[in-house]
């Protein structure tokens, strides 16, 4: 396919253990050559977690630009740029700070990684990224209903969906199952770190799955993150009433739905802008008023 051809945006994905990004192809959900993926440093503060960010995506446009001009053609238009990340993001500012250094509380991040980017980023939930793409590319495309997708990762993220429309923000890996935060036995690193079974892991997975499930009745659960790719391992061990599904995209459903997000919110913001200009331009310069009289000097 040539480069003109393709929508082209920049997925980020930031997590408790790894920052991932690719180049999109928003038409068809598929990566536009390499996928970086570096360590998340430690601590997780945001000056390095933006600043290691920064550097991915400058490696990003330089590989897709030196790959341009390798085959003669045009640098790549990228349109866009996303960032998922793990807590709640309202008008730009992390809320919570779970599975990353507490200084992201409160935090204005969109604007820090678009100081990075030295282009505007748009910033979206992590869990609310992937949800996007899969229900766009994925096990969740022309499904309608109530559509909860999990990732299953250093936490566990929620993306809900009602017919196919993004109720952003909700964090269900927190909610309180025997009397814990679930993640904390249901997250994928939960069964590394304890040491746990496929099996055993699945008992705690499925005791979140049950209480998700009396809440919120949905028609389709989808788990994501890594260790969807080794869905066989645990989802026969699963008994919840509703269908579970294994995600589609697996772990590169944050980078594309976060390119996805980034490249609709700056076309918004670019249309905006632009009916904005056209208005001010539009607008008859005022007329000058009637002369001012001339105020005769005191005499002595």
């Known amino acids: 396919m040539a480069e003109g051809a393709r929508l082209l945006a920049i997925g980020v994905d930031v997590g408790g253990t790894g920052i991932k990004a690719a180049l999109v192809d928003v038409k068809t959900g598929e990566l536009v050559g390499e996928r970086i993926r570096v360590l998340t440093p430690i601590p997780s503060k945001p000056g390095p977690v933006v600043a290691s960010a920064g550097r991915v995506v400058g490696r990003l446009i330089r590989a897709a630009n030196a790959a341009a001009a390798a085959a003669g053609q045009p640098a790549p238009r990228i349109q866009g740029i996303g960032v998922g990340f793990p807590a709640p993001v309202i008008n730009g500012v992390t809320t919570t700070a779970a599975n990353v250094d507490p200084e992201w509380v409160g935090f204005e991040a969109q604007a820090a990684f678009t100081k990075a980017f030295r282009r505007r980023a748009w910033l979206v939930n992590d869990a609310d990224a992937a949800g996007v793409a899969e229900m766009r590319f994925g096990a969740g495309y022309g499904k309608r209903g109530v559509v909860i997708v999990l990732t299953l990762g250093t936490g566990v993220g929620s993306g809900i969906f009602v017919d196919g429309r993004l109720v952003p923000n909700t964090e269900l890996g927190h909610m309180e199952v025997n009397g814990k935060d679930a993640e904390r036995r249901s997250s994928a690193n939960a069964r590394v770190r304890r040491g746990l079974s496929w099996k055993a892991w699945a008992e705690d997975l499925n005791d979140h799955l049950k209480a998700i ?88």
């Open 213 to 300: 499930d009396v809440l919120f009745s949905p028609n389709l659960i989808i788990l994501g993150g890594g260790v969807s790719k080794k869905a066989d391992r645990f989802l026969p061990f699963l008994r919840v009433a509703g269908p579970i599904v294994a995600a589609q995209l697996r772990n590169e459903a944050g980078i594309v739905g976060a390119a996805m997000v980034g490249l609709e919110r700056e076309t918004e913001m670019v249309r905006e802008e632009r009916a904005v200009a056209e208005h001010a331009a539009a607008e008859p310069e005022p007329e000058p008023g009637p002369p001012q009289a001339e105020t005769a000097e005191a005499g002595g």
